[in-house]
């Protein structure tokens, strides 16, 4: 049996997973990794340390499997997409702290962009708005503020990459210096249209387009690699993805009109739109699906910064809960959610709002309010913002949905799938498997390694848990109206 080792480097954990050729998992083995707050609305990641939790994952995984070393036959990443590392050429050891997606420091170089008049331009250019949740802001504070990296990046001495970008160059030893497309349209310096880093781009964000990877397309190699000897002989690397579209991928979202979401420390709503980039009028961003054999793909995607952050938040900052599986239980233990809505814009709120500048709130508390109306709260709402960038696509792309696929960790949540199925009155396919990411990031080293093609990736079997619409449109609606006035009071 051909094995395929993946490796699922996300905001939280660095997981090493091991799959067979028809998509099952067999093991994993997850490393967590710390989060570092230096400022308020700053976020950094240790590169370092994910690099050692990655190679002590994969390790520990083959370790227990051992005896089917010679069965594997690519390595495949799936990686949380925006975050940027700044890394020296002749070593690969990072220059500064991982900035994250979740980091605003940013904010300051958007603004003045935004005001000097380039929000179109970049947004016809790249589908995405000009908004630090994207890592050009922050790259040009770091050339700004950090002298070594301004001189490591014009002299060429250092290089700047996504996560995928960062591991590929370690586990390579520094033979390739490459992303694929899903990871460089997240970048706001690469053009979704000519499918090429833009010129006009890396000079309004100061980066030198020398320092920054090849794009190649998912399942094309990247490299071999022995994991730092792990290995008795070197892996092709295989089958490389952002987080969110290799999620995409792996629900055979293949047609247009087919929609996902995934629930992880933020979410990603993407419906397939095919191969012409649309642009939405109502804040939506359009993303860079895939490509494959030169044609791409393109979605729209709706970005909700706190989803499963919210219940951590609950649980490490207000010690209302001690693990998230308390929640489904808590949320049930109230027959509604007795006027308490939870707006977590901790760092802000994106589509249809755009607005950086606002603050979490809980609102709507009284006397009679309990913590199960605020974790049923919390919980409702991962479900409105969810339906609010699903309606925002259905009146962009004309889209008639009836089947929502999800997946990520809140799928074990079986009060959450059902309220976004009520709140937005369409069916929900919860995957039975949350790993979907690693699996969409497989499927892509399948194809590029020629055991799959695309037709028999759709065949594949996929469990998962079915949860039909089942409130009242009227009560769904007023539930909606009342986050509708919630949110404009964070407003």
């Known amino acids: 049996m051909k094995t395929i080792l993946a490796l699922d480097q996300s905001t939280s954990a660095t997981k090493a997973l091991l799959f067979d050729s028809s998509g099952k998992?067999?093991?994993?083995?997850?490393?967590?990794?710390?989060?570092?707050?230096?400022?308020?609305?700053?976020?950094?990641?240790?590169?370092?340390e994910i690099y050692r939790n990655t190679l002590a994952?994969?390790?520990?995984?083959?370790?227990?499997?051992?005896?089917?070393?010679?069965?594997?036959?690519?390595?495949?990443?799936?990686?949380?997409?925006?975050?940027?590392?700044?890394?020296?050429?002749?070593?690969?050891?990072?220059?500064?702290?991982?900035?994250?997606w979740q980091c605003r420091r940013g904010d300051p170089v958007c603004q003045s962009m935004i005001s000097d008049g380039h929000e179109d331009m970049v947004f016809a250019r790249t589908g995405l708005k000009i908004d630090t949740?994207?890592?050009?802001?922050?790259?040009?504070?770091?050339?700004?503020?950090?002298?070594?990296?301004?001189?490591?990046?014009?002299?060429?001495?250092a290089l700047v990459g996504t996560i995928d970008t960062y591991l590929i160059y370690r586990l390579t030893g520094g033979a390739v210096f490459a992303t694929d497309h899903s990871n460089a349209s997240r970048t706001l310096l690469f053009n979704i249209n000519t499918l090429a880093w833009d010129e006009d781009l890396c000079a309004l964000f100061e980066i030198p387009p020398d320092a920054l990877p090849e794009v190649l397309e998912s399942s094309a190699i990247f490299g071999r690699t022995d994991l730092k000897g792990a290995l008795e002989s070197p892996l092709p690397?295989?089958?490389?993805?952002?987080?969110?579209?290799?999620?995409?991928?792996?629900?055979?979202?293949?047609?247009?009109?087919?929609?996902?979401?995934?629930?992880g420390t933020g979410s990603s709503?993407?419906?397939?739109?095919?191969?012409?980039?649309?642009?939405?009028?109502?804040?939506?961003?359009?993303?860079?699906a895939w490509v494959y054999k030169t044609r791409p793909v393109y979605a729209f995607e709706g970005i909700i910064n706190y989803a499963g952050a919210t219940v951590a938040w609950l649980r490490d900052q207000l010690e209302l809960i001690e693990s998230s599986a308390e929640t489904e239980r808590l949320a049930r233990g109230v027959e509604d959610n007795g006027g308490v809505y939870f707006v977590p814009a901790f760092v802000g709120l994106n589509a249809p709002y755009w607005r950086a500048d606002v603050k979490a709130a809980i609102v709507g508390l009284t006397p009679g309010s309990t913590k199960a109306h605020v974790v049923r709260a919390a919980l409702e709402s991962i479900a409105y913002q969810i339906k609010d960038a699903l309606d925002l696509m259905k009146d962009d792309a004309k889209a008639d949905l009836t089947i929502i696929r999800a997946d990520g960790g809140a799928t074990r949540n079986a009060f959450l799938m059902q309220m976004i199925a009520d709140l937005t009155g369409i069916a929900v396919r919860a995957s039975a498997l949350p790993e979907l990411s690693a699996l969409g990031a497989v499927y892509a080293g399948l194809l590029g390694l020629g055991m799959?093609?695309?037709?028999?990736?759709?065949?594949?079997?996929?469990?998962?848990?079915?949860?039909?619409?089942a409130m009242s449109a009227d009560m769904a609606e007023r539930m909606h109206a009342g986050w509708k006035a919630a949110v404009q009071q964070v407003l």
């Open 25 to 48: 998992l067999l093991d994993q083995v997850a490393v967590a990794h710390k989060q570092y707050y230096p400022q308020p609305g700053w976020v950094e990641h240790d590169a370092n």
């Open 133 to 157: 949740y994207f890592p050009a802001s922050k790259l040009t504070w770091l050339l700004r503020e950090v002298r070594v990296i301004r001189h490591g990046l014009e002299s060429g001495s």
């Open 452 to 469: 799959r093609d695309i037709n028999e990736l759709a065949d594949l079997p996929a469990d998962y848990s079915a949860f039909p619409a």
């Open 237 to 263: 690397i295989c089958g490389v993805m952002g987080d969110s579209q290799a999620a995409l991928f792996a629900q055979r979202c293949y047609a247009p009109g087919d929609a996902k979401v995934t629930i």
């Open 57 to 100: 994952a994969a390790r520990t995984l083959l370790a227990r499997h051992s005896a089917g070393r010679d069965e594997l036959v690519c390595l495949s990443i799936t990686n949380q997409r925006e975050t940027i590392v700044v890394f020296d050429r002749a070593t690969g050891e990072p220059l500064h702290p991982a900035i994250v």
């Open 269 to 288: 709503v993407m419906l397939n739109i095919g191969e012409t980039p649309l642009h939405s009028q109502n804040g939506l961003l359009t993303a860079l």
